[in-house]
C-alpha cells in the first residue's frame, strides 16, 4: 500500500508522512512525485509517495533476511523435524541441482515462525550471485513453496558462506565512509541497487548521525540510497 503527502519543503512531507503513518524514518521508502518552486503568484511545495517497507516489500520480502550471529556452527539439529522441512530442505537442493551445482543442504536454527537453512557448496560464489540477487531469488522461491504447504506464516531465510552476515558488516562499513564523505564535501552519494533489508540497515546506521540524511529512490524491489548533507553550508 502507498500513501502521498505534500509539504511545503521535503521534510516537511516527509515528517508529515511519518507522523500519520506512525512510521519511523527508517520503515519507510519515498518517490518524489511533485515540486514546485516558490514563485510570484505560486507558492512552493514538494509532493511526495510513501511505500512503508514491510507492506510494499510483502511479496518478496527480505527485511529480515539474516543469520543469528553464531551461524557459522549447528545451533540446532540440522536434520528435518517434519515433513514439512524434509520438504522444504529437498525443494532447496532441488533447486541448487537443475542450476547444475551441488550443496549440502541443513537446517541451523530455528526460531518463531522462522527458519534457517544454510548451503555448503563448491559452487558458493555462483549460488550467491552478484550482491546476493541469486541467493535473494532461491530464498524468494522457497518461501513461496513453504506457502504452498500451507506455512505461510512461516519467513524461510537461505544462506551460503555466511553472506547474510558478511554483506551486514560491508554494508555497515559503506554506510559510514559515505556518510563522512559526504559530510567533508557537503555533495550527496547514491549508493548502489539494494533490497528491502540492507536499504533499511542504511538508514538506521546513520539515523543519529547529525547533519547527515538518507531516503531511497528509484522503483521495485531494488532502490538506491541517496546520503546527503543536511547541515548548513
Not at 32 to 50: A, C, P
Not at 138 to 146: D, E, F, P
Amino acid at each position: 500500500m502507498t500513501y502521498e503527502y505534500e509539504g511545503k519543503t521535503e521534510k516537511e512531507a516527509i515528517e508529515k508522512a511519518a507522523g500519520e503513518l506512525g512510521l519511523e524514518r527508517d520503515q519507510f521508502d519515498i518517490e518524489i512525485l511533485e515540486t514546485q518552486k516558490n514563485s510570484l503568484f505560486k507558492k512552493g511545495y514538494v509532493k511526495i509517495r510513501v511505500h512503508p517497507v514491510d507492506s510494499y516489500d510483502s511479496a518478496a520480502d527480505v527485511d529480515d533476511s539474516i543469520m543469528p550471529r553464531n551461524s557459522g556452527r549447528i545451533v540446532t539439529d540440522p536434520l528435518p523435524q517434519d515433513e514439512f522441512e524434509k520438504k522444504l530442505v529437498e525443494f532447496v537442493n532441488t533447486m541448487v541441482k537443475k542450476m547444475g551445482y551441488e550443496a549440502k543442504t541443513e537446517i541451523v536454527f530455528r526460531e518463531s515462525q522462522k527458519i534457517g537453512i544454510k548451503m555448503d557448496s563448491q559452487s558458493s560464489s555462483i549460488l550467491i550471485g552478484r550482491k546476493g540477487k541469486n541467493l535473494d531469488a532461491l530464498q524468494l522461491l522457497a518461501n513461496i513453496y513453504a506457502g504452498r504447504l500451507g506455512h505461510e506464516d512461516v519467513r524461510i531465510i537461505l544462506d551460503t558462506e555466511n553472506y547474510r552476515i558478511r554483506r551486514e558488516e560491508s554494508l555497515v562499513r559503506l554506510a559510514y565512509t559515505t556518510a563522512d564523505k559526504v559530510h567533508q564535501t557537503h555533495n550527496s552519494i547514491l549508493l548502489e541497487p539494494m533490497n528491502p533489508f540492507e536499504r533499511r540497515l542504511i538508514h538506521t546506521t546513520l539515523n543519529d548521525i547529525p547533519d547527515i540524511d538518507t531516503k531511497s529512490e528509484g522503483d521495485g524491489l531494488y532502490k538506491q540510497v541517496r546520503v546527503s548533507y543536511k547541515g548548513v553550508c
